[in-house]
């Protein structure tokens, strides 16, 4: 190995530490969770409120999530996150689409930013009137893997048979509940201005 290709690795390793710093990982490849085989998109519009996630750096410190999925004239997405940190509202406005619409229906492509690329997002169960539970892995080099994952209610409260439903299916599908934090929804507004 050359010394110039023992610096680009470390430089690469370095940057992959930096990135799933900010998120839940592990070792090795991501569990094999496959989306749900159906999605009706219009069903899944609408306001939702976080209950329970895994760490992301960007949510870090906030309290009283909740999520608005609108359709736009482009057939895309539009996604208002909002919330508050350290008794400020805060929120950020992405762009969603269903990439393949026909035999990955529930499987969605996400951004923040028009600069950032799109990252997956796949609705792993949805009732569409109580709950949906979101999950995406990214494979690093084939030695390790970062998660995201969210349990959003179409109320501010969830009930503790969705909360249970939902951990037990992550649990067969090899995800590890133990990293699910919880909401801060104290003394949360209960319409939050979208």
Known sequence: MTQGT??????????????????????????NVNAQSTFNLTRYLGDWFEQYRFYAAFESGQDCAKANYQLKPDGHIRIFNSGFKNGNPVNATGDAYVADPVNAPAKLKLRFSSLAPYGD??????????????????????????????????????????????????????????????????????????
């Open 121 to 194: 997002y796949w609705v792993i169960d949805t009732d569409y009137d109580h709950y949906t539970f979101i999950y995406t892995c990214s494979n690093v080099l084939g030695l390790t893997h970062y998660e995201f994952a969210w349990i959003l209610t179409r109320s501010p409260v969830i009930s503790e048979d969705v909360k249970t439903k939902l951990f037990n299916e992550a649990k067969a599908l090899k995800i590890d509940t133990t990293h699910f934090a919880t909401q801060n929804r104290t003394n949360c507004p209960d319409g939050i201005a979208l």
């Open 6 to 31: 023992l610096y680009t690795s470390a430089a690469v390793c370095l940057l992959c530490l930096g990135a799933v710093s900010a998120q839940v990982f592990g070792p090795g490849s991501c569990p």
